[in-house]
């Protein structure tokens, strides 16, 4: 869902490529109902979707690797520690305190979805303003929020 959120929100101008890849689901697999249910909501179609394992060569790639757990990122980190300066928390953006995980919801009910796609909505919008912040996106640019 981050990524087709992300998506949603940056400004649409070719500058920047979302994708999302996945640290332990097989290549090829469709989302999950819930998470189209969700994003259908929010008027977004990702059927297209196809879920990616993470490899190194997108990794180099990547201006920024934003991961929903500390998890994710510790197990990105020990395979490939060179990285360090590019992976963040998706919800540290935001305000200063503690940064929250945003918990995988696979296999819980749409409701679960419902609310991580809020956290994840609420850590873009931070997201989107430190870009703006940063001069890498011009924030009169930038998609509403759904």
Known sequence: ?????????LPATGQWQVASVGLAAADGQPASAPALEVLAEQGIDATAHRSRMVRREWLEQAAYVLVMTRGHSAAILAQWPEFADKVYLIAGFGPEGEVPDIADPIGQSTAVYRQVADQLKDAIDDFILYLADRGEIDSRQQRERT
């Open 1 to 9: 869902m981050a990524e087709y959120l992300l998506r949603a929100r």
